[in-house]
């Protein structure tokens, strides 16, 4: 599986979104892999998560290829 990052108008997005789901791909928000990490991380262990590890994640996605 590859990542791609798409920027296009907020018109075209359901057409896409339309299009991805007939081809079986999955789309997600840039934002969603960080937000899903804190919440599971929030849920299964909430006194331990640091910002160290958020800030990690948050590296891992922005920066990974």
């Known amino acids: 599986m590859e990542d791609v990052v798409l920027k296009m108008p907020s018109a075209d997005v359901a057409l896409i979104m ?3 789901s007939r081809m079986g791909w999955t789309v997600e928000n840039r934002s969603n892999p960080v937000a899903r990490f804190i919440e ?3 849920k299964n262990k909430p006194s331990e998560l640091t910002d160290e590890e958020i800030q990690a994640e948050v590296n891992a996605v922005r920066y990974s290829k």
């Open 40 to 42: 599971v991380c929030s």
């Open 18 to 20: 339309q299009f991805a």
